[in-house]
């Protein structure tokens, strides 16, 4: 660098500024003082239903109709009284007790427990566990 002649820098110079308002800076109520002041352009917009809940309000009426019309009983399907008899009698048979019985199918005693009492949602995965287990047809006749 020494031989080649005058250094000079040809650099422009930085200017560092804040950024451009955001939208929401744009939207605030000095903003749009301060445009309208200026003789700048203003864009206002109504939004439909904008912060009140009127729509939601006005829906819930017609399913509070639908539903004080409604008199249909909705239940699940239970364990059947012949399946209930069914596993106490194998069970018994097989001289197990109920925690002995739901240990042997993997289950917690309480889901022998609502079968036997008729508590239970039938499934057939249990039903088939226990009729491999008790060595009996449970929704029919003996194997």
Known sequence: MAG????S????????????????AKKDEKAVNEAR??????ETIKKFNAGSN????????LNTKKL??????????RVSTDLKKNIMQARLDKKLTQAQLAQQINEKPQVIQEYESGKAIPNNQ?????????GVKLRGGKK
């Open 4 to 7: 080649i002649g005058p250094v």
């Open 9 to 24: 820098q040809d650099w422009e110079p930085v200017v560092v500024r804040k950024k451009a308002p955001g939208a929401a």
């Open 37 to 42: 002041r200026a003789g700048g352009p203003i």
């Open 54 to 61: 009127k729509a939601a309000a006005s829906a819930t009426g």
């Open 68 to 77: 004080d019309d409604e008199t249909e009983v909705l239940s699940h399907e």
């Open 126 to 134: 249990i039903i088939v566990k226990l009729e491999r287990v008790l």
